[in-house]
């Protein structure tokens, strides 16, 4: 193959010293109690001998420790006055101090910093000529092999080079606020979707109007928790109806935060092992109005749920699960536009092969077509897209991965018809990306994967994760690789 990759010398490593603070509670109620009463039994300065050096001590690690302790000192609360604690005039002091005890730091890319996405920054500037403000997406995995998703700023300049903003010293979560209103009949079949079944999810719903809040929902839960006749089995599938409604939830981070200090950590159950893979996506509507989608997979270490994120800033998030039967798997990309009216949406949902779907409302996905298969033998085992579809005047560009022998994963590309992208009218034979000598180590070995690419100044510029472990980038030649996906002679 002749297209010519440029391997860029920017690479991306995880870096332990990156934390956060967690809520920590090291065991069940009657534990948690005795910690606080023991709190409680010491004299004020006792307390004070103790908070104070663990104030100053990780004030220098994290954005206002004090709130973070009042937060979880406010977590545990009513479970402690269930224990019979008394609570009543503890001071500020000792507040903090019992908050301290139920926190822990965690290392949030300790062991892994990889599967990046890149898009054009909302705020660009004033960038010189040639130059275009990026932000790009990471998984950053840690301890217990938990991922999250955080950023990066940075420069494409006029040759295609890029640089990169340091982090920020300090590394926030938002505050997480659980307001959405659901409309009963998606919820329904959402809820249908993950196996709850009409005996169950009647006794919950017929409690509630066509259209809800998260707060109405929980009240009917626990109203029909209530019936002692309800048989263990169908006590748990109650409790995923709630692991649906958790699933959506809005998040707004500080605005004094820089980009590389936030960090979007599972909050909900359904993600509370990890949020892996983001393929960030600058969509355009009709009116030219910008909206950053991705699309992401939730995992509790049982079930995956696909699930969608929304933001104009990067400041304010929306999460919402992706419902379709053809979408409950990983691996799914969101077009940069509708197309012939419809939003369209690159998908693997047999874990094989790649499809297409269209839809008329952005998270319901229920028009689903065959796109392509496993064509050569360095993609036989499975192949699936490696980022939304790129417009360009031929035709929608598709980096692709593919698994061969060895269980080695490969970028490739794809074309697929402007005006119908059903149809696809290139497929590279050979891989465009292998790892190499220096890139095949790693937590997963022989593996290079992309979660989203962009095309600056007749180039492809290709952030991809390094076996599992961290990230680099590679340029392609736009006109290139366009002549060799359409067959053109030299």
């Known amino acids: 193959m002749s297209v010519r990759v440029n391997r860029k010398p920017v690479f991306f490593y995880p870096d332990p010293k990156r934390v956060i603070a967690r809520p920590f509670i090291p065991g069940g109620p009657d534990r948690v109690a005795d910690i606080a009463r023991k709190v409680i039994a010491e004299d004020d300065q006792s307390v004070r001998d103790t908070i104070y050096p663990v104030l100053r001590d990780f004030s220098k690690r994290h954005r206002n420790i004090s709130k973070t302790f009042e937060g979880h000192f406010a977590s545990v609360h009513d479970?402690?006055?269930?224990?019979?604690?008394?609570?009543?005039?503890?001071?500020?002091e000792r507040k903090l101090l019992i908050g301290a005890y139920f926190t822990s730091?965690?290392?949030?890319?300790?062991?892994?910093?990889?599967?990046?996405?890149?898009?054009?920054?909302?705020?660009?500037?004033?960038?010189?000529?040639?130059?275009?403000?990026?932000?790009?997406s990471f998984r950053a995995t840690g301890e217990g092999h938990v991922s999250s998703i955080v950023f990066r700023s940075g420069v494409i300049d006029e040759n295609n080079?890029?640089?990169?903003?340091?982090?920020?010293?300090?590394?926030?979560?938002?505050?997480?606020?659980?307001?959405?209103?659901?409309?009963?009949?998606?919820?329904?079949?959402?809820c249908r979707e993950t196996k709850v079944y009409a005996d169950v999810l009647d006794q919950v719903m017929d409690k509630l109007g066509n259209s809800f809040i998260y707060g109405e929902l929980q009240a009917a839960i626990a109203d029909t928790l209530q019936d002692k006749t309800l048989s263990d089995t169908k006590r748990e599938k109650i409790k995923t109806i709630n692991w649906v409604a958790s699933s959506h939830y809005e998040m707004t981070f500080s605005l004094d935060?820089?980009?590389?200090e936030r960090v979007i950590f599972p909050i909900s159950y359904a993600e509370s092992n990890g949020i892996e893979d983001a393929r960030f996506v600058r969509f355009v509507d009709h009116s030219g109005e910008v909206t950053y989608y991705a699309t992401y997979t939730a995992y509790n270490g049982?079930?995956?749920?696909?699930?969608?994120?929304?933001?104009?800033?990067?400041?304010?998030?929306?999460?919402?699960?992706?419902?379709?039967?053809?979408v409950q798997n990983k691996g799914m990309a969101l077009f940069p536009r509708k197309v012939n009216g419809k939003y369209a949406m690159i998908s693997r949902h047999d874990g094989v092969n790649m499809y297409i779907n269209f839809s008329d409302t952005i998270h319901i996905w229920n028009e689903t077509a065959l796109l392509a298969g496993p064509e050569s033998p360095w993609?036989?085992?499975?192949?699936?897209?490696?980022g939304s579809p790129i417009e360009t005047d031929e035709g929608w560009l598709l980096i692709i991965h593919g698994v061969g022998p060895m269980r080695q994963y490969a970028l490739g590309a794809a074309l697929l018809d402007l005006e119908n992208p059903t149809r696809v009218i290139g497929h590279l034979k050979e891989p465009l990306v292998t790892a190499n000598e220096k890139e095949r180590e790693g937590y997963v070995p022989n593996v290079v994967y992309s979660c989203g690419s962009i095309v600056h100044n007749d180039e492809i510029i290709i952030p991809y994760g390094i076996s599992d472990s961290a990230t680099t980038f590679a340029t392609v030649s736009l006109s290139e690789l366009l002549s060799e996906l359409l067959g053109r002679k030299k």
Request: proline share 6%; charged share 25%.
């Open 257 to 260: 935060t820089a980009i590389s």
């Open 105 to 136: 730091e965690y290392s949030i890319e300790s062991a892994a910093f990889f599967n990046p996405s890149i898009v054009s920054d909302p705020y660009q500037g004033n960038p010189q000529d040639g130059e275009e403000r990026v932000i790009v």
């Open 379 to 386: 993609e036989y085992v499975q192949i699936g897209n490696c």
């Open 79 to 92: 479970q402690l006055v269930a224990q019979g604690v008394d609570t009543k005039g503890l001071s500020h």
């Open 161 to 190: 080079d890029l640089s990169f903003e340091p982090a920020g010293a300090l590394v926030d979560v938002p505050e997480v606020v659980k307001r959405h209103v659901y409309d009963k009949q998606t919820f329904i079949q959402k």
């Open 302 to 326: 049982y079930t995956i749920l696909p699930k969608l994120l929304e933001t104009k800033d990067f400041y304010h998030f929306k999460v919402i699960p992706i419902h379709g039967e053809k």
